[in-house]
């Protein structure tokens, strides 16, 4: 199947599926809320993360009371997220960058947001998408994954994965795509057991018609 028509086929599929809502795994109430989840959630479930931060957040109620925080306290309040040694710090050098050169506000651009610490362009682009909602393709486990299951991309590193479907799906729909990759992920084609029988995606799925 030609690649435009697959991918067309597919987000046909995935809006019918999901619908073309703009939802968000993570819960937060401000901008740099999200920014310390997602800074949180590296090789940790969007769920851990959310019962870590539903306390966190009365903890620590602003910026400045992050940047402010006692690393080691810090460390034990996000243990359980995983590699909380490198979280922390880059929690806290995080806040302090974002009250000394940026007032207190998230930046906009994914120079300016990749600059900060514990920021990649997942994390970066996480925060475009979302608050925002400037178009941008969150290349994480799920959307690597299946993007290459499907038959969309060939690429393996994920800064080529993300300019790669760049390419190929419509901007209109880059955040919908990271979304609705990520449920598919979490639910049907999951990285264990990919239940393929009962996928609305088989018939354009490259590697199930294999």
């Not at 990649?120 to 909602?133: D, E, L, P, S």
């Not at 790669?164 to 901007?171: G, H, R, S, Y």
């Not at 990271?178 to 264990?192: E, F, Q, S, V, Y």
């Amino acid at each position: 199947m030609e690649i435009k028509v697959r991918v067309k086929k597919i987000i046909e599929l995935l809006d019918e599926t999901y619908g073309t809502d703009y939802r968000c795994f993570l819960e937060y109430e401000e901008p740099w809320q999200l920014l310390i989840a997602t800074i949180l959630s590296a090789q940790c479930t969007d769920a851990r993360v959310n019962i870590v931060t539903r306390d966190l957040f009365k903890k620590y109620p602003s910026i400045e009371a992050f940047s402010k925080a006692d690393l080691s306290e810090l460390e034990k309040d996000i243990h359980s997220t995983g590699f909380y040694h490198n979280k922390a710090k880059n929690i806290i050098e995080c806040c302090r960058q974002l009250i000394e050169k940026h007032d207190g506000i998230l930046p906009k651009t994914v120079e300016e947001l990749t600059a900060l610490a514990g920021v990649g362009r997942k994390t970066a682009n996480v925060i475009r998408g979302n608050i925002y909602h400037d178009p941008s393709i969150v290349v994480d486990t799920h959307v690597k994954r299946i993007s290459k299951k499907l038959g969309v991309t060939k690429e393996t590193d994920p800064v080529k994965i993300e300019f790669d479907l760049m390419k190929k799906i419509p901007k209109d729909h880059w955040i919908l795509w990271n979304i609705d990759l990520i449920t598919l992920g979490r639910t049907i084609c999951t990285a264990p057991k990919p239940d393929c029988q009962n996928c609305f995606l088989k018939d354009v799925c490259r590697e199930y018609s294999k």
